[in-house]
């Protein structure tokens, strides 16, 4: 079946430090979402990318969409504490309904 | 207007029981997709329905069933629990059954 994997598993920073986390599908996708949840609470989603090699940003996050469609990047620039938490990406193949979540990126901020 | 709510919040069952756990979408939401996350994963898709139709099926054991009903809240059905079943339970609304996800706080169920 179709395995989304991300690097790192977990990851601290210092504040004002940037992070990056990859996303990496065993199949084609035909659209990923991105995700948060905070420690204790429920993901929340941040975005959705359709287009091979679509790149969209928000305010201090970068989202990018491989050529291929099989990889995805979320990258903060200058980190703040508020970003703690664990991103998700979270793919489709084809038009199916099942939405395939990575196995997550946790990450630490401290000051 | 009001998120996605779930109910009850938390549950403790014994092994061999039944549960029913409850989600009501975001007004105007007609697509409902359950997951269970475990500890330290990613949500695991169970099932999806929109408009009253089961959409999609995850990779869980017949025990598991879902139904939504005319106002768009939906039930997720769990039979014969088993210690494994424990986990947080995820109901999420979407307008169409492709867009994004809108999570609801989950049902913490523990199984003992």
């Known amino acids: 079946g179709q395995q989304v994997m991300q690097i790192p598993q977990y990851q601290h920073v210092q504040e004002g430090e940037d992070f990056t986390t990859y996303c990496n599908s065993s199949?084609?996708?035909?659209?990923i979402q991105w995700y948060k949840q905070r420690p204790g609470g429920h993901p929340v989603f941040l975005i959705q990318?359709?287009?091979?090699?679509e790149v969209k940003k928000q305010k201090r996050l970068t989202f990018q969409f491989g050529e291929a469609k099989k990889n995805s990047s979320l990258h903060i620039t200058a980190t703040q504490t508020t970003d703690v938490g664990t991103y998700f990406c979270?793919?489709?193949?084809?038009?199916?309904?099942?939405?395939?979540f990575g196995t997550g990126t946790r990450l630490q901020v401290t000051l | 207007d009001a998120g996605v709510t779930q109910s009850p919040t938390h549950l403790i069952k014994t092994r061999g029981q039944h549960v029913t756990l409850r989600c009501s979408p975001i007004s105007g939401h007609k697509s409902v997709s359950w997951y269970q996350q475990v500890l330290g994963q990613g949500p695991q898709f169970i099932f999806q329905?929109?408009?009253?139709?089961?959409?999609g099926r995850g990779n869980f054991p017949d025990r598991f069933s879902a139904r939504q009903f005319p106002n768009y809240s939906s039930e997720l059905n769990v039979n014969a629990l088993l210690l494994g079943d424990s986990a947080l339970y995820l109901c999420?609304?979407?307008?169409?059954?492709?867009?994004?996800?809108?999570f609801g706080p989950g049902t913490r169920l523990t199984v003992t």
């Open positions: 990318l359709v287009k091979s090699g």
């Open positions: 329905y929109y408009e009253k139709e089961e959409r």
């Open positions: 199949t084609t996708l035909s659209n």
């Open positions: 979270a793919g489709r193949t084809g038009t199916a309904s099942k939405l395939t």
């Open positions: 999420a609304s979407s307008g169409t059954s492709g867009s994004e996800q809108y």
